[in-house]
C-alpha cells in the first residue's frame, strides 16, 4: 500500500536554529515529490515540486531534496514568520497524491 | 496567481441535512478536487473531475456526491449530513497537463470548516 510518512510531527526551534523535516515514503511508480506549507485557517500554499533522486530545489530559507526513499526540507536559519504546518505528497502511478499528516514547525523569536 | 474560492469559511448544519459546499477557480484548470482533512491524518480524497460532467470516487466517497457543469466551479454534497463529516473541507484545481509528462501541481482554496450538530 502506498504510504507517506512525515517527522517529526511537531518541531520547536529557535530562531537562527537550523532543521531539517522528513517525508518518507512508499509510492509506487512515484511521479512526483510535492511539498506544501500550510498556516492556520488557510488551504495549504505549494512550495516545490522533485521529480527524481538527486533533484534539490531552494526557495529563500527552505531547500528541498529527494533520494529514492526520502525527502528532506531544509530550513536554514529559520525566522518566526516560517511557523507553519509543512505537508508532503507522493504523486502515484494514476497521477494521484498521497498524502502524509504534516510537521508542525513552531519558530520561537 | 491562481485562485481557488470556496463559498463559506464556517459553516454549521443539522444531522440529516442536504448540505453544499462549492468552489470556483479561475484559471481554466482542468482538474479539481475535494479532500477533507481531519488532526493527524493526511488530506483524503473524496472525489475528482478532469472535465465538466466527469466525475471520479476518491478514497473516502461514501456519503457524498459532487457536480462539475461548469468548467470552473466544482460543487461537494452531503446528501444526508452526519456527525462524522464534520471536517475541513478543501478544493483544489491544477493543469491536467505540463509538458514533458510532467503534472503541475494542485492549488487550493482556504477551506470550509464543517461543523454537523
Known amino acids: 500500500e502506498d504510504q507517506v510518512t512525515q517527522s517529526p510531527e511537531a518541531l520547536r526551534l529557535q530562531e537562527g536554529e537550523s532543521s531539517s523535516l522528513n517525508c518518507s515514503y512508499t509510492v509506487s511508480g512515484l511521479r512526483g515529490l510535492f511539498w506544501y506549507r500550510q498556516d492556520p485557517g488557510k488551504g495549504p500554499e505549494f512550495l516545490f515540486t522533485?521529480?527524481?533522486?538527486?533533484e534539490e530545489k531552494e526557495k529563500e530559507r527552505l531547500k528541498a531534496t529527494l533520494t529514492k526513499k526520502e525527502s528532506f526540507l531544509h530550513i536554514t536559519a529559520p525566522k518566526p514568520e516560517d511557523s507553519a504546518t509543512y505537508l508532503c505528497?507522493?504523486?502515484?502511478?494514476?497521477?494521484?497524491?498521497?498524502w502524509g499528516a504534516g510537521t508542525k514547525l513552531i519558530i520561537k523569536p | 496567481d491562481v485562485k481557488v474560492t470556496q463559498s463559506s469559511r464556517y459553516l454549521v448544519k443539522r444531522t440529516g441535512e442536504k448540505v453544499f459546499l462549492e468552489c470556483v477557480q479561475d484559471?481554466?484548470?482542468?482538474?479539481m478536487f475535494w479532500y477533507r482533512q481531519d488532526p493527524g491524518l493526511g488530506l483524503r480524497l473524496i472525489y475528482f473531475?478532469?472535465?465538466?460532467?466527469?466525475?471520479e470516487k476518491g478514497d473516502i466517497p461514501e456519503g457524498y456526491s459532487v457536480s462539475r457543469e461548469k468548467k470552473e466551479r466544482f460543487s461537494l454534497i452531503l446528501e444526508s449530513a452526519s456527525t462524522n463529516q464534520t471536517s475541513m473541507y478543501l478544493c483544489a484545481s491544477s493543469l491536467f497537463y505540463s509538458g514533458k509528462g510532467r503534472r503541475k501541481p494542485q492549488h487550493f482554496g482556504d477551506g470550509t470548516r464543517l461543523s454537523i450538530l
Open positions: 522533485l521529480y527524481s533522486a538527486g
Open positions: 473531475s478532469y472535465d465538466v460532467k466527469m466525475k
Open positions: 484559471m481554466d484548470h482542468e482538474n
Open positions: 505528497a507522493g504523486m502515484d502511478s494514476n497521477y494521484q497524491l498521497i
